[in-house]
Structures are given as structure tokens and as C-alpha cells.
């Protein structure tokens, strides 16, 4: 199973937390976010990182050409949608960025809105489902209804987000069996700064499966 930790800001995090056996980083893009690091940060935290781990910038309503350049300026291997784009931008996006993973997010609101995955699937490669928060994009604690979420049957390998922590995480997956799992503030101090010790204390939980 893929398990990404999000929102690093710290470049010795980033190293700990792939010994600690991470597959994934995110790195938040979005400068509203308290976790936003620029270019020179990402850089900075991806210098010594294995290349089998994945590089994720996580993004929400930024345009084609501001994703482009941070891609191009950096390491990145995947890019995170994670705002209202739409399955024509994820195309469009596919098309400039045809060797980077495509990550739709779903801010899930409601059960009916899962079917508008369907309308992704030519145009990302995987999707992740986090809580709906009415002002934080994303980072929120929220968790998702587990239950409901044991019917879903996407097209696409999956991320589960949203309020993970290392005490709730095999409650989850032992409901259900997404491809990935995401967590961010779940094993933090404070918004960008995490938690060495929840993050070993996580990877310990996930050992028991
Ligand atoms: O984390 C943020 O600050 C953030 C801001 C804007 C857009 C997305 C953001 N995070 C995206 C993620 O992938 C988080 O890991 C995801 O929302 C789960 O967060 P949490 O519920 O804290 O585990």
C-alpha cells in the first residue's frame, strides 16, 4: 500500500519520515495553505530523497502555467489537484505533463458526488478522497464516513484522506482497502511541522496488518 505523508515543510522531515518508510511526500503548493512551500523549499526537501519515492505538489484552482513551472523547476513526480478543476483542466494538464502522476482529490460532501469520479478517468491517474471542510481546503482532521465508502468501486487506484491518525488508521482499513492512504495533520505538532515520533508510531499500527 502507498502511504504519503503531506504538507512537509521541513527538509530533515522529509528524509526521517522515508526512512520511517513513507512511499509518497506531499509537498502543499496552495499559498493560502499554513503548509505552502515554495519552490526553493521543495527543492531543498527533495535533494536527498530516494527517486523511488514519490514527489507529490499538491495544487487547488492554479492555472496550467503555474503548475508547469513548478513542475519543471523542481523534482516533483506528481501533481495533486485538490481544488474544483474540472476533467477537460486534468486533459488539458495530461497533455503538458503527459510522465507526471495525476492526482484528482474529491472534497467528499456528499455520497451522489463519487459518481463524478467516473467523469476523471481518462484524464488523471489516481484519485484521493478527503473530507469536505466549508473554509479549509485541505490539512482539516475531518474524517470521511468509512462505512458508506466500503461501496465504492472507482476505475482508478485510490488514496484514502481526511483525519488519519495512527490511532484511527487500521479502524479504517479494516473497513476498507484503498490503494494508498494520506495523512497530514494526524501526525503533526502544529501545521507543518510533524511529528517524528507519531509518524514511527503509524508505520508500527500499519506493521500490524
Ligand atoms: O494541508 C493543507 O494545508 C492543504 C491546503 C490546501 C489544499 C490541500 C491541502 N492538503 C491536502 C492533503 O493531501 C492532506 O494530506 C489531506 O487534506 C488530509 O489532511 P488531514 O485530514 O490533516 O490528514
Redesign the pocket.
Known sequence: MRI?I??ITQPQQSLAITQLGATAL?F?C?P?????VSIEQINLATSHIPDHIDKIG?F?NSTIFEITKVVSSSSLTGV?L??DETPLFCEELRQVLPNIELIK?FRVRSWEQLETTLNYTSGVDTF?L??YHPQ????????LDWQVLQSFRPALPWFL????TPDNVLTALTQIHPDGI?????V?RS?GDKDLDKVALLFSRLNQL
Do not use: F, M, N
Open positions: 504519503k503531506c504538507g506531499g502543499i496552495v493560502s495553505s499554513p503548509r505552502y499538491v487547488a495533486q485538490h481544488g482529490a484521493l478527503d473530507a479549509q481546503l485541505g490539512g482539516t482532521g475531518k474524517t484522506a481526511g483525519g488519519l494520506d495523512l497530514s495533520s494526524g503533526e501545521p
